[in-house]
C-alpha cells in the first residue's frame, strides 16, 4: 500500500465548507481548512480531484510507489469569473516534491 497525504491551506476562501476528495473516480472523504488527510491506495497510477458544488480542481495524474504530497487552498483568482468561466479551477492542488 501507498499513502496519499492531502494538506489544505489556513486560507479563508471556502474556509466554512470541506472539499470533497475523489481518487480513482471514488469519492474518499473530505478536508478542512487548516487540515490534512492520510488514504491509503495501492502503489501504481491513480488520478486525484478535489471537488466543491459544481466546481472542482484540475485533475491530477500520478504514480505512487511509496507516498504522494499535496497542497490545496481555493484558487487566489476572482471567485465571479472562476464560478463563470473556468469551473474546474476553482480549487488550487498541487502536487508536492517528496524529499
Known sequence: MALIRITRGPGYGDGLRAYGIVIDGEPR???GRSETVDIEVP???HELVLKIDWCRSPRLSFTV???A???CGP???SPALLRLFYPT???DLRQDVVA
Open 43 to 45: 502503489s501504481g497510477p
Open 29 to 31: 472523504g473530505k478536508i
Open 65 to 67: 510507489t511509496d507516498r
Open 75 to 77: 484558487n487566489r483568482i
Open 89 to 91: 479551477r476553482w480549487i
Open 69 to 71: 504530497l499535496f497542497t
